[in-house]
């Protein structure tokens, strides 16, 4: 633990070397961490800005901000910036990569190269599809679907494809580099089940990430193969077929999603364990929610096809194994909740995003029931209501987990804090405006406004209007973090090693840590929440 | 149907805010009664209760079986048109809906339907993939090229409804709109006796058959080389693999476009592929030939000048109501 | 499970090849091979997204693929499987002598190992040629009997997405053959030290499987003995 007159250390892995090289050639899972956090972040406010783009269009019914072929390729490439180079690899690359060696007691991850290599495979993969983005554009959706991506569009669809292929091979490496990690290199007494339930949810997204990635890197060169060589897999003239396409893609995109979130409520995890001082309760629960969400989330791939032309019988078997996903996710809730029973709650920053987690994620995932009943997803499929929806589980739900482990590891990241109440304005503000932009996609999309339109009937207005206001203040809610993390960094108050109180391994070292994380290998014998009677010495 | 779909709509819509509230009213009454006293003070040592962790799996698993069992209900009367349904031919292209009606009526991003019968839509698509949905019929359905895709309604209110393409499909997607115009009965009709003079579906059919030179081998005796049609429509035969096969009318297209797959039993795999010299247009319109093919019939009646079902036409559906 | 402590792994020399963040040398091996076989499930999948595509075409279209894959050079495709796995044999040789430290014979079954996997590219461009030359290349220059026309073109789509990934995938082993025989040469492969060599086999076995299913899948439709 941290004495109260803080210092920083004197060697830590922010100063063991100096200079450019170091850190494009580092192979220090905590600098790699950063170079991630660089990533996502220029990623994030990317996409971000094709969102602008949307909303200021969608406040008015007729197409008069830019052209049709502009909008399209506006929503496109929005879709595509936030789930392949920000949603996936944000909390498993920057978080992830940071803390799960160091929660298991390693020096490093197992493959230190291949960490490094998964970032500039990350890094050039954007940069691929960067480049479609900036030559012309990419206008098929971020879904791709056949024929329209391969016989029809006009837009840079090879190069986009190959970057998200590239990308894909960043995903594959960490995940692998995950997997070896948390099997082989545990600290002595560090048993499964004394892990972390983040080491633990990380553990079932590698999985994902290891067994669905794969197919999307088949199906990409399927269709580039088509659109190159004229190949005629989903051709239909000649026999090919479209809903093929369909469904090798979504075979991946849906576990894709479980992989944007299980890292997510991992972190959740985390928080309510720290901000109540209490160990999770139902810990084995949880943990096997995490293994059964990553395993049925294999299953249920067709609901995204209940138009699609799929025989009835196929269409009952993907709604019942949609609405058995939801099980595990609904446990995960309620044993979060059970955890503040008797807990000692502190209302600092993370415990407010973590919050805010549990209360969109409920809603987000119980909107997931009516998307799973066939005969009412009929009518909401393609509409904003399933925006609405996968909104509120990345961005009510992930985005706000992200940020929630950001503030709260931002002590033991940068050895400062940032200013506390400027964080909570930021929160709230992020709260309030998320709610306003995409709880009215989920009325104006049962009332029938289609997805991916340019212009509306004008009966749908004063709903955009709204969701359009919120998007701004939503905006600004996730520019301010940067400005008070990016200030914290020079002049936040040094944290110590322990400012929360926290029981965790990455609490027992130093903030910042050593390159090697610790001083001494730990030996483990305390389960993972393991709160003693008295929190001491931490600063307040 | 649509008010079966605000049903179970309106009750999820409740279970969610029930469920939503009772987490968040239970969080907050958590925070207020647990909060931290003390700046050094820890939780409880409570790891768990198996009771607990079983009720709130059990609990969730029936309510979302009987939610499931609601939305498969609403699903079956979504997919099982009534026997008898009026039917109409959709084919959908960048950016716009061309539909036939079996007289021969065409219309481009409107479909005049009568109130009170139930209306199948057979549906294709010219290039990419399209969709069909009107939100007042809660119904949708994908609309894709190579493949005949079908969804039915029956209007319970005369009045305009949107009809929207709901599967992104390029540059004018959003512009790919239209209207279902719902009449009643006798306008309906008033506006059908104005169709073209050209004739209905199957008697276009009728002429492409011939100028395709179908007729050559698709004799209605036995001494043609391709198989007898008449009366062929809604029968099950048996292909040269031994596999069954029903004939309808995505049979039918197979055979029309790319005859080599599927051939009869019996019959020499000769027939040439007419991918590529027949649109879709004339594909729906030789279904409908073939379909009005009755046995001994050799041409299908044109539709009488005043009133009375056409070829294809079909009486009044008992079934469930759309709104 | 847990790994060995550093007091057990003799450690007064580290061995050169022990990277800092590992323990010990056995740790270390445990963990590349882990991460190999973890790599090779994803290949699994990789593969197994297009031979899925394959499957369900076959399905529909079984005369039309029975009939392009007539088309293609049995003598050739059968050589190719011979020598592949010759190849396998002589990686698992090269292996063996690893862990007996013979390095002369490692270098030798290494070579063998190149000489075949580049024989069997060789022949591959071969057979690619002849496609090209009769037009079975899918796409504007197809040609066919009109009755398949269609449908055969899709058998040498995936044809060619199968075969050519698959060749691919033996490029880059021999490459990784290219660097452990560099290695050998150097010695930094040992007694201690042959898990690079065992997992690069497993890399290559693997490569020899996925044409132990191609070949079958693509060139032997309809060749049984009875059929026409």
Sequence with gaps: ?540 | MASHVDALYFFLIGLTAFFSMLIAGTIVFYAVKFRRRSPDSVGARIEGGLVLELTWSIIPFFIVLFIFGWGARVFFAMSRPPEETLNVYVVGKQWMWKFQHLNGQREINELHVPVGRAVKLIMTSEDVIHDVFVPAFRVKADVIPGRYTHLWFQPTKPGRYHLFCAEYCGTKHSGMVGQVVVQEPDEYEAWLATGRAEGSLASAGGKLFQDLACNTCHRPDAQGRGPILQGLYGKTITLASGERQVVDEAYLRESILNPGEKVTQGFQPVMPAYQGLVTEDGVLQLIEYVKSLQSGALTAPLRPATGGPAAGETRPARGNEVR | MSPETSAAAGHHQHHPALAHHFDSLSQQTEASTLGMWVFLVTEVLFFGGALMAYSIYRSWYPDAFAVASHELDITLGTTNTVVLILSSLTMALAVHAAQLNERGKLMMFLAVTMILGATFLGIKTVEYYTKFVEHHVPGPSFQFEPEYFNHAQIFFSIYFVLTGLHALHMIIGLGIMTWMFIWVKNGVIDRDYVSPIEISGLYWHFVDIVWIFLFPLLYLIGRHVGAH
Aim: net charge neutral; glycine share 10%.
């Design chain 1, 1 to 540: 633990m941290s004495s109260s007159t803080t210092l920083l250390p004197p060697r830590h892995y922010l100063n063991n070397g100096y200079g450019i090289k170091s850190w494009l050639l580092t192979r220090d899972h905590k600098r790699i961490a950063l170079l991630y956090l660089a990533g996502v972040t220029f990623f994030f406010f990317l996409g971000g800005a094709f969102a602008v783009m949307i909303r200021l269009e969608l406040a008015t019914p007729a197409g008069d901000l830019m052209t049709d072929d502009t909008y399209n390729k506006m929503f496109t490439m929005h879709g595509v910036m936030m789930v392949f180079f920000f949603l996936i690899p944000a909390i498993p690359g920057v978080l992830g990569n940071f803390f799960i060696p160091i929660m298991i007691g390693a020096k490093d991850l197992a493959f230190p190269k291949l960490n490094l290599a998964s970032w500039y495979i990350f890094m050039i993969g954007a940069a691929f599809t960067t480049y479609a983005v900036v030559t012309g554009g990419l206008d098929t959706g971020w879904t791709f679907y056949t024929p329209f991506s391969t016989a029809s569009s006009t837009s840079a669809v090879v190069p986009a494809a190959l970057g998200i292929f590239i990308n894909g091979f960043s995903g594959i490496l960490t995940g692998l580099n995950f997997i070896v990690t948390i099997h082989r290199m545990r600290a002595p007494g560090m048993t499964w089940f004394r892990l972390p339930l983040f080491v633990w949810s990380h553990y079932a997204t590698s999985l994902i990430m290891v067994l669905g990635t794969p197919v999307l890197a088949i199906t990409i060169v399927l269709v580039a193969a088509e659109r190159i060589f004229s190949f005629g897999i989903f051709d239909p003239t000649r026999g090919g077929d479209p809903v093929l396409f369909q469904h090798l893609f979504w075979f991946y995109s849906h576990p894709a999603v479980y992989i944007m979130v299980l890292p997510a409520m991992g972190v959740i995890s985390e928080l309510i364990a720290a901000f109540c001082r209490k160990q999770v309760f139902g810990y084995t629960f949880v943990a096997f929610a995490s293994l059964g969400i990553a395993i049925l989330g294999f299953l249920v791939w067709g609901h995204h096809m209940f138009v699609a032309g799929q025989s009835v019988y196929a269409a009952l078997i993907f709604s019942i194994l949609s609405f058995l996903v939801a099980i595990p996710s609904a446990v995960k809730v309620f044993n979060w909740t059970a955890t503040m029973y008797k807990g000692s709650i502190s209302w600092e920053t993370p415990m407010l995003y973590a919050i805010g987690f549990i209360g969109l994620f409920t809603i987000g995932g119980l909107t997931g029931l009516f998307l799973a009943a066939v005969g009412l997803d009929i009518h909401v499929t393609d509409t904003y209501f399933i925006v609405a929806h996968f909104h509120y589980i990345m961005v009510g739900g992930t985005i706000m987990a992200y940020l929630g482990g950001l503030h709260y590891w931002w002590p033991k990241i940068a050895g400062r804090t940032y200013n506390e109440l400027l964080a909570k304005v930021s929160a709230a503000i992020i709260f309030f405006g998320f709610n306003l932009t995409f709880f009215p996609q989920f009325i104006v999309g049962y009332l029938g406004m289609p997805r991916r339109y340019h212009t509306y009937p004008p009966e749908f207005q004063v709903l955009n209007v709204l969701s359009s206001a919120g998007a701004s203040i939503l905006g600004i809610g996730y520019l301010l973090p940067m400005c008070y993390l990016a200030w914290s960094l020079r002049y936040g108050k040094l944290a110590g090693s322990n400012p929360w109180g926290a029981v965790g391994l990455e609490w027992t070292t130093t903030s910042p840590p050593p390159t090697d994380n610790f001083t001494e290998t730990p030996v483990v014998t305390w389960d993972a929440y393991e709160y003693p009677t008295r929190v001491e010495g931490h600063v307040a």
